[in-house]
């Protein structure tokens, strides 16, 4: 069932429209510096998360394996991220613990990734039910570097075989947490991660946060493509399709701990202000997966127009590297200044809060 499932979602995101609502990219400005000062030429695009090092803040967001069909696309994903010397993620393992047979959708990527980082990827939900020794199965089967584990309460709660049972998840990260030999990278899925939920996972042991905001790909809308002939869910999922935190609120938000910037980031403009806004990394989703099927020049083509579309930003705003970037001003107007304001974020002084 889960491997079906597992299909169904990645046939539906590349051939419906399946993203919903604004990650707030378009009410962050920054302020062009006319005497920039630095050579283009030279700028260093380095990124730095967990104490490792990558050529580019661009990361593949996890999102694939768990069916036969699905070892070619992350095949394609991490030979670019082998290439590109960047991070990437893989969907959830659940499938290939269930059925070993589903391992290798999943182990394609340390192969033709040896040296990225890797992240695994299991949910909350599952690390609840798991003894340790499982845990340890899904790290070892891509020789993870860090272990995502994702929330997605908004698509259980809308997809028909959804578990909407959400109590203990917090308890067993923090169980986790204290067991593995690796960090732990809590991820929401396209609803954010508010200040409070965030204080809760550093209290928990997490290391990272990727904050999975809305404005990107949207599961309550993907869920209501799969609801077919049930009208509930496909009323929840058409009610619900743009619900949650947008991805740049959620960056100030839970900036207690390092982040991922996931959720819409769609350009390198975008990925050069979700760095001003505190992000040490940016996931990105859709694109890439449609990228993939295509083969990984593919995505190697999109990632470096990507990485030339975040130079032209640094460029602009006169920013040698990344770092740079943070303390430049920033202008927030529209929905996402009145979302701030309202959760006691002090606009003039951002680089102090977060
Ligand atoms: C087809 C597909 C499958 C995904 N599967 C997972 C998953 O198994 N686990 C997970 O943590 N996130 C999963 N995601 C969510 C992505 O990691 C990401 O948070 C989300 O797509 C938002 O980014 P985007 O707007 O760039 O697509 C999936 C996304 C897509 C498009």
């Not at 967990?50 to 069909?69: E, K, Q, W």
């Not at 589903?102 to 040896?114: D, Q, Y």
Request: include cysteine.
């Amino acid at each position: 069932m889960i491997m079906n499932r597992k299909i169904e979602h990645l046939t539906l995101c590349t051939v419906e429209d399946v993203e919903s609502g604004e990650a707030g990219f378009d009410d962050v400005h920054f302020v062009h510096n006319a005497l920039p000062e630095v050579s283009k030429s030279t700028l260093d695009t380095t990124a730095t998360f967990l104490g490792n090092r990558f050529s580019s803040p661009v990361f593949i967001a996890g999102m694939t394996g768990g069916h036969p069909d699905t070892t070619r696309v992350n095949a394609s994903l991490a030979e670019a991220a082998e290439r590109l010397r960047i991070g990437i993620g893989i969907g959830s393992q659940r499938a290939a613990i269930e059925n070993p047979k589903l391992i290798e959708s999943f182990s394609v990527v340390r192969e033709r990734a040896p040296h990225a980082f890797v992240v695994a990827n299991i949910g909350a939900l599952q690390v609840k039910e798991y003894e340790l020794d499982v845990v340890d199965r899904l790290i070892e089967m891509v020789d993870a570097n860090a272990l995502a584990i994702h929330l997605n309460f908004l698509q259980e709660a809308i997809q028909p075989e959804g578990n909407t049972n959400a109590e203990g998840c917090l308890e067993a990260i923090e169980s986790i947490s204290k067991s593995v030999r690796i960090p732990i990278i809590a991820k929401e899925t396209g609803a954010g991660i508010s200040r409070e939920v965030a204080e809760r996972l550093k209290k928990a042991g997490v290391s990272a946060i990727d904050v999975g905001g809305a404005g990107g790909t949207s599961w309550a809308k993907v869920e209501a493509y799969r609801a077919g002939n049930d009208p509930m869910l496909e009323r929840l999922g058409t009610l619900y399709e743009g619900w949650g935190i947008p991805t740049v609120v959620s960056l100030l938000e839970a900036s207690v701990l390092p982040l991922i910037a996931t959720g819409g980031v769609r350009n390198g403009l975008q990925v050069a202000k979700s760095i001003a806004l505190g992000a040490s990394l940016c996931g990105i989703g859709l694109p890439l997966l449609k990228s993939a099927l295509n083969g990984s020049a593919h995505v190697i083509g999109e990632i470096s127009a990507i990485v030339e579309e975040l130079k032209v930003a640094m460029f602009l705003t006169g920013c040698k590297t990344l770092g740079d970037l943070t303390s430049k001003p920033l202008i927030i107007t529209g929905e996402t200044a009145q979302m701030l304001k309202l959760r006691g974020f002090n606009l003039i002084n951002l680089q102090e809060r977060r």
